[in-house]
């Protein structure tokens, strides 16, 4: 499975959003949060404004647990010079449901993470011994894994920036191009 994932993630690293925070990422600047993150903060831009060199991390319906545990997967790795964090003061409440169903997003990083292993205890008190398992640990990766690797999702890698393509919610990279 690991192989897989590397070949997942080298084929489509922003389709791999997880991942690539807690394994590859190395900008100076990161920025993490939700779709409000992913969709809203341009890299390119960042970049040229302020010289460095940054990646967006955000991910669609990923709130604190899965935002915080990619925060600590790179700050085990190296330290950023900037971390953008975007987060909604709804997030900052008691998890909900929500949070808990994607903590499962998580299962690959369960024993290289300390962070992520004391999250799951929070998921049920069976987790930290159904995790013991390799299958139970990549089963709901395994078909993103291998549609990665065949199909990349996104035809692009933009600093991890996912335009809304077609609404007046997010810039258009003809646009971002534009303004440069």
Known sequence: MRVLEKKALDHSPYGMTIENAMWKVDSEAIIIGASEANHAYVPQILEDSLGMSFYNCGKDGCRFYIQNAM??????RYSPKMLIWSISPDVLRTPSEQDQGNLSQLNP????????????KTKSKYEPIKLLSQAYVFNSRIMPYLYKVMMPDYSFEYGGYAPLVGTDKGLKMQEVEWNR
């Open 109 to 120: 990083f369960y024993k290289s993470s300390d962070f992520v292993r004391e999250v799951m």
């Open 71 to 76: 925060i600590n997967g790179i700050l085990d």
